[in-house]
C-alpha cells in the first residue's frame, strides 16, 4: 500500500470501542462501534473495500458521504453540519481535506473550501480506557465579508440497526423522563431555546439497537456539554443511512465572524456500549471521574443538610444553630444556609442582586454560625443566585441597565426576577467582587450556585447574545475557582435545570430536582445516572410529606432513594421526632459505610419483567450493593429472582440482606430460606444464572442486600 493509501484513514481505538475515518473524497466515519484492534494495511484495504457503497440510479452519478461535517454542496440531502453564508453568498459550501495531526487517540483534521475562503478544524478524540468520544468543531473564515453563522453542529453516524431512540423530556420536579420513538424514515428532532441546558429537553439521547435495555443490545450514547440553547437531531436518510446531530441553537445573527474570527462548537461525548444501558454508564461514569471532575480523592463526598425545605426564607441564627446541632447528631458533614440570608430577602420577590448579610435577621453576622457549625466538625455552605436580580432591590434601583433585554422591549419577569447582562464588564465585576468577598470574608467551603430563570430576548450590543451570555457564566465560574479553589460549587437550576458536562468542569455536584418525593426520584435519578455518576447526583431525604407532590412516604423509601446519590437530608431536624430522626442516622450512617463503593465503583441496573420494580447497583472487583424498589404494586405475587449478572462465575459470594422493611414482613408466612439465616453463601455462576429469589416487598418500599466475593 503507497503511503498516500495509509494516510487517508484515521484509527482510534480503545478497550471498548473502535472509530474508522476515511479521509477521502471527504472525511468519512466508515465504522464506529465495538473495538477492532488496530488494522494493518491489508485490513484496512479491505475495510475500504466492504464499505465502498453502491451508486444507486435515479440519484447523482457518484457516491457523496455522510462527512465530518455533512455539506450540502456536495449532494448530501440530509440536514448540513455547517449552515450560513456571506451577505447571501457562500450558503453550500465544500470542505475539501487538507491535512491532519494525530496524537495518541486525538486527532485534528483540517478541511478548507478555497472559494469560500472557510476553514474548518475538526477535533476527534477516543478516550482509550472508556471508548467515549469526543468530538468539536471550530469554523474560520477568512473571507474579506463577514460571515453570518445559523448553525454548526457535530454529526456523528450510525449503523442501520441503530433503531430505536430514547431521549429525555421534564420539566420543573419533574427532570430525566424517558421517551422511546422508532427512528425509521424522516428525523427526529428536538430544540432547547431557553437560555439554559433546561428541565424540558437535557441534552442527550441513546440510540441502539432494538428493544435495547438496561443489560442488552447495541447502543450509542450523546451528551452535548453546553449551558445554553441547543438543537438535536436524529436522522434516518431515504438511502437507510443514519446519523445524529447536535449543537448549539443559535439565534438569527447571533454569531457573526469578521475575517479571521473563528467559532467553536461545544464539546459533544459519545459512548457506546455491546451490554445496553449499563455499558454506557460504565463508559460514561469511567470518563465523568477520570476528566471531568476535580475531586480530592482523599475527601469522601460529605452528607449534607440544606435548610430550604426546613425554614424557607425563616431564618433565626440561633433555631439554625440548633438545627446544625442536631443535623451533626445524625450524621451530616456539610450544613448549607439556602436562600434567605441576604438583605431583605424575606420572600421570592425581593432582593435578588444585593448579595449582603441581612442584619435583621443576623445582628451578629454570620461568623457565629459559621464557627458553631465548623465546631461540630461539620463544613458550612452557602446559597447565591448570582445572575439574577429582582426589580425590588437596590442593585437594579442602582443598575436597571443591566437588565439583559433587547432594548424597547417589555420584558416578563420570572420567579418575579430579571437576569442581569454578564457581557456588561461592570456587572461582571459588581457579580465577581460580591461573591470573592463573601467567600474570602467568611469560611465558606461549599456554595449552591442556582439560577431560577429562562431567558428571554437575550440580547447585547442589540445582538441575540445567550451565547456569549453562557460563556460569560463559565467565565465568572472560572475566575471564582481560580480565587478559591477549595470551595466546592454546586450547580443548581430550580432543581435540575443545569445539568451538563461544561458546567460540571467548574462545578461538583447538581442538585438533581427541586422534588425530593421519593417515588419521582427514583426515575429521575435513574436516568441522570446513565450521563453521570452517582456522587454529583445531589439526593436528599425529605420530609415525610413531599413539598412538591404532597405525597407521604415512609423513611424506608426515602432513606434508600437517597443513600444511592450524593447524600443529604433537606428539611428540619428540629421538627422531627426521635423515631425519624434516629432512622435518618441510621440511612446516613449506612451511606457512610458503602459510601466507597458508591462513589466509585460500576453502576448497574438489571432488566426487570416487572416494570413496577428498580434493581439498582453497585459493583467492583470485591463487592456489590443491590438496591431493590418496588415503585407501585407488584405485578406478581412473587418478586422475580435477581439474577447478578455482573459477578463472576468463578467465584463464591457472600450474599446478606442488610435492610428490609418491617412493615413489608407481614406479606409473608415464611421468607426465603437465605433471607431466614444471616447470610449465605452462594457460587457467582448460581447467582448470575439462576438469581436470588427475594422476600415480598409492599408498593413503595425498598431492600438492601450486600454482596461479598469471598
Ligand atoms: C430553587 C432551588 C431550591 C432552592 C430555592 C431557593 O428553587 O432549586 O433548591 O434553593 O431555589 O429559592
Known sequence: MSLTQQLSFIQLHSDVASLIIKLAPAPEIIYWGHQLGHLDDAQLSQMAMVVSRAVPQARLDLDVPVSLCPETGRGSYGSPGLEGHHLGQNSTPIFEYDSHTQTGNQVEIRCVDDIAKLELLISLSMDGKTGVVKKSIQLINNNESAYQLNKLVLSLPL???????????????????????????????????????????????????????????????????????????????????????????????????????????????????????????????????????????????????????????DHDPDYICEMATQAAQIGVERFIIDDGWFKGRDHDKAALGDWILDRKKYPNGLTPVIEHVNKLGMEFGIWVEPEMFNPDSDLFRAHPDWLLTAEGYATPTGRYQYVLNLQNQDCFDY????????????????????????????????????????????????????????????????????????????????????????LERQTIQKNMGIFFPPEVMGAHIGPHHSHTTRRQHDINLRGITALAGHMGVELDPVKESEVEKQAFAKYIALHKQYRHLLHTGDSFYLDSNDKTRHAYGVHNEREALLTVSQLAMPDYMLPEPVRLSILDSESDYKVKLVEYPQSSAGLMKVMPDWVEQDEVVVNGAILKQVGITLPVLDPEACLLIYIERV
Not at 469560611?443 to 460563556?471: C, F, P
Not at 481560580?482 to 443548581?492: G, K, L, N, R, T
Request: aromatic share 12%; net charge negative.
Open 159 to 313: 449503523p442501520y440497526h441503530a433503531k430505536e431512540l430514547e431521549s429525555y423530556t421534564g420539566r420543573w420536579s419533574r427532570e430525566f423522563q424517558p421517551q422511546r420513538t422508532q427512528l425509521e424514515h424522516g428525523v427526529f428532532t428536538q430544540e432547547n431555546r431557553r437560555g439554559r441546558t433546561s428541565h424540558e429537553y437535557f441534552p442527550g439521547c441513546l440510540i441502539g439497537s432494538h428493544a435495547f435495555s438496561e443489560e442488552q443490545g447495541e447502543v450509542w450514547g450523546f451528551h452535548l456539554a453546553w449551558s445554553g440553547n441547543h438543537s438535536w437531531r436524529a436522522e434516518a436518510k431515504s438511502d437507510g443511512r443514519r446519523f445524529v446531530q447536535a449543537g448549539e441553537l443559535l439565534f438569527a445573527g447571533e454569531i457573526e465572524l469578521a475575517q479571521g474570527d473563528s467559532y467553536t462548537t461545544p464539546e459533544l461525548y459519545a459512548s457506546y456500549s455491546q451490554k445496553g444501558i449499563n455499558g454506557l454508564r460504565k463508559a460514561n461514569h469511567g470518563y465523568v471521574r477520570e476528566h471531568l471532575l476535580n475531586f480530592d480523592e482523599s475527601k469522601p463526598r460529605p452528607v449534607h443538610l440544606n435548610t430550604w425545605e426546613g425554614i424557607y426564607f
Open 431 to 518: 457579580l465577581y467582587k460580591c461573591l470573592d468577598e463573601l467567600l474570602s470574608e467568611n469560611n465558606i467551603g461549599y456554595v449552591k450556585w442556582d439560577m431560577n430563570r429562562e431567558l428571554v430576548q437575550a440580547t447585547h450590543n442589540s445582538r441575540a447574545a445567550v451565547h456569549w451570555q453562557t460563556k460569560a457564566v463559565y467565565r465568572l465560574l472560572d475566575k471564582l475557582v481560580a480565587a478559591h479553589p477549595d470551595v466546592e460549587i454546586e450547580s443548581c437550576s430550580s432543581g435540575g435545570g443545569r445539568i451538563d458536562y461544561e458546567i460540571l468542569k467548574r462545578t461538583y455536584r447538581f442538585w438533581t430536582s427541586d422534588c425530593n418525593d421519593a
